[in-house]
C-alpha cells in the first residue's frame, strides 16, 4: 500500500513532515481541580485532574513528595468496530505506568508532601497517537489544576513508512507495522522524558525520525501554551482585572 503519493502527499492530504490539527480545551470537567481534552486530528482524549488532596492509603504517603497516580481508560464506543479489551487489561495498565513517569518527571512533586495527585485519561476517539494525546491532555490539566510542574511536558510520535519518515501517525498509517517513535519533552528545558520505539530502525534513520517527532512535541508545546494564555487572558477579563 502507498501511504505517500508520488506528489509527495498522505493519506489524508498531509505533508510527510505536517501534523494533523490540534484542538484543546480547559476546565472541561466541572468537579475536577483541572482538566481538559485534546484532538489531535481525530484522535480525542480528556483528562481531568484530582489534588493535591490527602493521601488516602495512607500505606503510600510519602514524607517528602507528593503521590501521583494514574488511570488511562478507552471508552467502550472510542474505536468503533475494532476489538475492545477490558478496562485494566494490559495495556492500559502499560500506558497508565508511562503516563504517570512522564508526568513525574515534570510536577515538582517535592513541593507537595504527604500529598496525593489523581490523573484520569479517557479516550473517547482513536485515531493513532492515543499515548501523545493523553499526555499533552494531562499536561494541560494538571496546568488547569495549577500544580507547579518544572515545565509543560507535551508528546508526539513519528514513524517510518516506505522509506519516508511521518510526523504525527494517524491509525492506517500506525496500523501498518512500521516503526513508531513516540516521545516526550520538556521543550524549555530541552530534555526527554519519553522514548519509546516498537520496532528496530538503523541508527541514522532513527535519530531523524525522533528528531522529527521531537520538532512535532515542540509544535504541541506552542500551541499548548497559546490556550492556557487565552485560558488566562479569559480569566482575567471574568475577574475584572
Same mark, same amino acid.
Given at each position: 500500500?502507498?501511504?505517500?503519493?508520488?506528489?509527495?502527499?498522505?493519506?489524508?492530504?498531509? +505533508?510527510?513532515?505536517?501534523? +494533523?490539527?490540534?484542538?484543546?480545551?480547559?476546565?472541561?470537567? #466541572?468537579?475536577?481541580?483541572?482538566?481538559?481534552?485534546?484532538?489531535?486530528?481525530?484522535? &480525542?482524549? $480528556?483528562?481531568?485532574?484530582?489534588?493535591?488532596?490527602?493521601?488516602?492509603?495512607?500505606?503510600?504517603?510519602?514524607?517528602?513528595?507528593?503521590?501521583?497516580?494514574?488511570?488511562?481508560?478507552? #471508552?467502550?464506543?472510542? *474505536?468503533?468496530? +475494532?476489538?475492545?479489551?477490558?478496562?485494566?487489561?494490559?495495556?492500559?495498565?502499560?500506558?497508565?505506568?508511562?503516563?504517570?513517569?512522564?508526568?513525574?518527571?515534570?510536577?515538582?512533586?517535592?513541593?507537595?508532601?504527604?500529598?496525593? $495527585?489523581?490523573?484520569?485519561?479517557?479516550?473517547?476517539? #482513536?485515531?493513532?497517537? *492515543?499515548?501523545? #494525546?493523553?499526555?499533552?491532555?494531562? *499536561?494541560?490539566?494538571?496546568?488547569?489544576?495549577?500544580?507547579?510542574?518544572?515545565?509543560?511536558?507535551?508528546?508526539?510520535?513519528?514513524?517510518?513508512?516506505?522509506?519516508?519518515?511521518?510526523?504525527?501517525?494517524?491509525?492506517?498509517?500506525?496500523?501498518?507495522?512500521?516503526?513508531?517513535? *513516540?516521545?516526550?519533552?520538556?521543550? &524549555?528545558?530541552? &530534555?526527554?522524558?519519553?522514548?519509546?520505539?516498537?520496532? &528496530?530502525?538503523?541508527?541514522?534513520?532513527?535519530?531523524?525520525?525522533?528528531?522529527?517527532?521531537?520538532?512535532?512535541?515542540?509544535?504541541?508545546?506552542?500551541? $499548548?501554551?497559546? $490556550?492556557?494564555?487565552?485560558?488566562?487572558?479569559?480569566?482575567?477579563?471574568?475577574?475584572?482585572?
Amino acid at each position: 500500500m502507498e501511504y505517500v503519493s508520488p506528489e509527495g502527499l498522505r493519506l489524508d492530504g498531509r +505533508r510527510p513532515t505536517e501534523m +494533523r490539527q490540534l484542538r484543546a480545551e480547559v476546565g472541561v470537567v #466541572a468537579k475536577a481541580d483541572g482538566s481538559a481534552s485534546f484532538e489531535m486530528g481525530n484522535t &480525542k482524549v $480528556i483528562a481531568a485532574v484530582y489534588g493535591p488532596r490527602e493521601v488516602q492509603n495512607k500505606g503510600q504517603q510519602m514524607d517528602d513528595q507528593a503521590l501521583v497516580r494514574c488511570e488511562y481508560s478507552m #471508552a467502550n464506543f472510542s *474505536t468503533g468496530d +475494532r476489538m475492545r479489551k477490558p478496562k485494566g487489561d494490559r495495556r492500559s495498565t502499560e500506558i497508565s505506568l508511562v503516563i504517570r513517569q512522564t508526568m513525574e518527571a515534570c510536577i515538582l512533586t517535592h513541593l507537595m508532601p504527604r500529598s496525593q $495527585i489523581d490523573i484520569f485519561v479517557q479516550v473517547l476517539q #482513536a485515531d493513532g497517537g *492515543t499515548r501523545s #494525546a493523553c499526555i499533552n491532555a494531562a *499536561t494541560l490539566a494538571l496546568a488547569d489544576a495549577g500544580i507547579p510542574m518544572r515545565d509543560l511536558v507535551t508528546s508526539c510520535s513519528a514513524g517510518y513508512l516506505n522509506n519516508i519518515p511521518l510526523l504525527d501517525l494517524n491509525y492506517v498509517e500506525d496500523s501498518a507495522g512500521g516503526p513508531d517513535v *513516540t516521545v516526550g519533552i520538556l521543550p &524549555k528545558l530541552d &530534555k526527554v522524558t519519553l522514548l519509546q520505539m516498537d520496532a &528496530k530502525l538503523p541508527i541514522d534513520i532513527f535519530e531523524n525520525v525522533m528528531q522529527l517527532a521531537i520538532e512535532g512535541c515542540k509544535a504541541v508545546a506552542n500551541y $499548548i501554551r497559546e $490556550i492556557l494564555l487565552e485560558n488566562t487572558k479569559k480569566l482575567e477579563f471574568c475577574r475584572g482585572v
